[in-house]
């Protein structure tokens, strides 16, 4: 097998050890038995799959050396996005909190998809978006911040390393791509917010706190915080509830990935995407209005102005714009495109 049609998910743990993609190759047979083992469903026929470079190829590459350190820059800001707490950032999120695995990991969203099917269109905001503005989304709301400036240094590092991650795969594949998102299993037909509470109790919490407020060591941050101030805002993708529990399911407890059934998946994303967090800045000031206005796109699979079974509580019903503070606003929400075209 050539090392471009190696399934992405077996080179996850071989990238976090250095193995190059020629060696990569020649172990596909064990790695492919050791996948199953795991429970990750093996590529299908027609499927498209996809082995990013590692930083340690772009050591090798054939590129200018500026170039090379733009794509350097990338990566830092990717899994330490942190640098920008305060301009940018407005929680304890880095990129990589979310897409692990530096952005490669399959099944845990993976960011070089959005190279090869970007331009395109998208509901969310309901124009043609390009990579640039997709990143732009991650910031605003997954972070809850500010993104950086459409061509700046930081978001053209950023783009720079997406596109390095994606080098070899063809644009505006045609088939389906493998390991792509956060694929969710078959959702039950029953979720339960106790049994999700106690769930996350016994497997999250060591990691994320008892109360979702992360976890911190000698004032440092280490796991990021599933609700509250500190972590992403209500029109994050990851809040909605098939989302995360897909994310849940294929990568936690860190370490034990697929460990969860696939009831005890949903559950906690029952439980999780149901506590309060940021608001989401495209809040009118009234959130049944919000809702109304971003339910069909976005909010139809999250719990935003849902009432909360145990306490009555609306969610989504208040002004708190976490650390990041009503005062401030991202440039990019709201932002209209091609208006002429539709006019047409």
């Known amino acids: 097998m050539t090392a471009h049609k190696i399934p992405l998910a077996l080179a996850s743990a071989a990238l976090t050890a250095g193995m190059s993609l020629a060696a990569l190759a020649e172990s596909v047979p064990s790695a492919v038995e050791t996948l199953v083992e795991l429970g990750y469903p093996p590529p299908q026929e027609g499927e498209l799959v996809h082995v990013p470079p590692t930083m340690a190829d772009l050591e090798k590459a054939d590129l200018h050396p500026e170039t090379k350190e733009v794509i350097r820059r990338g990566y830092d800001l990717f899994t330490n996005t942190q640098q920008l707490r305060g301009e940018n950032v407005f929680n304890e999120m880095n990129c990589s909190s979310c897409h692990l695995g530096e952005g490669r990991q399959p099944f ?10 970007l331009p395109s269109y998208r509901g969310k905001n309901d124009h ?9 989304g991650c910031f605003a709301y997954s972070m809850n911040g500010v993104p950086p400036e459409y061509g700046s240094d930081d978001m053209l590092a950023l783009s720079a390393y997406h596109q390095w991650l994606a080098k070899g795969a063809p644009m505006y594949p045609d088939q389906p791509i493998y390991g792509r998102g956060f694929p969710a299993p078959e959702r039950p037909d029953e979720l339960n917010y106790q049994r999700g509470e106690e ?8 990691c994320h706190s008892e109360n979702g407020s992360g976890l911190y060591q000698d004032g440092e941050y280490i796991f990021p915080a599933p609700w509250g101030d500190g972590s992403n805002n209500w029109g994050a993708g990851i809040v909605r509830t098939e989302t995360a529990a897909g994310f849940i399911k294929n990568n936690m407890p860190l370490g034990k990935p697929l460990s969860l059934s696939d009831q005890q998946a949903w559950d906690i994303a029952y439980y999780m995407t149901r506590q309060e967090r940021p608001q989401d800045p495209r809040y009118t000031g009234n959130v049944e209005e919000t809702l109304e206005r971003f339910g069909p796109t976005f909010h139809k699979n999250s719990s935003y102005g849902q009432v909360r079974e145990h306490d009555g509580h609306v969610l989504g019903d208040h002004a708190n714009w976490g650390e990041k503070g009503g005062e401030v606003t991202p440039w990019n929400v709201g932002q209209s495109r091609f208006e002429g075209l539709k006019e047409e």
Not at 108 to 116: N, Q
Not at 128 to 136: D, K, S
Not at 199 to 206: D, E, S, V
């Open 128 to 136: 043609v978006n390009n990579l640039e503005e997709r990143i732009a």
């Open 108 to 117: 845990s969203a993976p960011i070089w998809p959005a190279v090869v099917t």
């Open 199 to 206: 769930l996350y109790q016994a497997q999250c919490a060591i």
